[in-house]
């Protein structure tokens, strides 16, 4: 397990790595989760998190649950459904940059925070003294949001026209779902510290098969939706190799 901000970037990298050699859009996810390491990287050296040391032990051990779901799909072995979807999503031509980004998000959030939160509270006393580091992790997922939409225009030519129709309303209704996502993982982890330790594994599963359903319904938004972003995908004429570089450059620029 990953117990440092450079180790959890070293594994990103290998992530994005392997999927330009292997020319999938596996790490579409990654490059944009190696941006939000960074910046809370950053904020700890800048003294913007009071305990940076805690701060440091809840990333990355929120990335050790993504990079164990991806090495064990890697290697033919069972992970979460959720992330089964995302990752085999990754190897199709067919969804574009925003439902790759969206997927990962689903399922990082909505699944792994929780878990992941309840695992370092270890019981219910403990949780409320993580909520700080719990809240602050989701105030900067927040403020990836407009360097997002910057790779989103960048890798999709015509994402730019809905984002430019939308305005703000586009940026309103991401933080909207990502406060969402943070009520959904923070009643998870409550549920899961008063649960004995042999009950939990089953709770887990039963949100992963329903978290996993958000993952469906993005894949396959109805033929509306379907329809326009087929067009969109159609206009991101290069292979994944090229996406994975626009999305690395464009989630980094700063605003």
Request: net charge neutral; with cysteine; glycine share 8%.
């Amino acid at each position: 397990m990953h117990t440092t901000f450079d180790a959890c970037l070293g594994q990103f990298e290998t992530v994005i790595e392997r999927s330009r050699q292997e020319r999938d859009r596996v790490g579409l996810f990654a490059a944009m989760y190696a941006e939000v390491t960074r910046s809370v990287r950053a904020g700890c050296s800048e003294g913007a998190f009071a305990e940076p040391i805690r701060m440091e032990r809840f990333v990355t051990a929120f990335a050790n649950r993504y990079f164990v779901a991806h090495d064990a799909w890697r290697g033919g072995q069972r992970a979460p459904a959720v992330w089964t979807s995302a990752f085999e999503a990754g190897q199709r031509w067919r969804p574009i940059v925003a439902q790759h980004l969206l997927l990962g998000m689903n399922a990082h959030i909505n699944l792994d925070l929780g878990v992941v939160t309840a695992e370092l509270a270890g019981g219910p006393e403990a949780l409320p003294a993580l909520r700080p580091d719990f809240d602050a992790v989701n105030d900067v997922l927040g403020t990836m949001v407009d360097p997002a939409q910057r790779a989103l225009t960048a890798a999709s030519p015509w994402f730019g026209l809905v984002d430019n129709i939308g305005a703000r309303n586009d940026e309103a209704l991401i933080n909207f779902s990502l406060r969402r996502a943070r009520q959904q993982a923070w009643s998870l982890a409550e549920r899961l510290v008063d649960l004995p330790k042999d009950q939990q594994a089953a709770e887990i599963d039963r949100v992963d098969r329903t978290v996993d359903g958000i993952a469906r319904r993005i894949l396959r938004p109805g033929a509306a939706l379907s329809t326009g972003m087929l067009v969109i995908r159609v206009r991101e004429p290069w292979g994944a190799t090229r996406a994975l570089e626009v999305v690395t450059a464009g989630s980094s620029d700063s605003p």
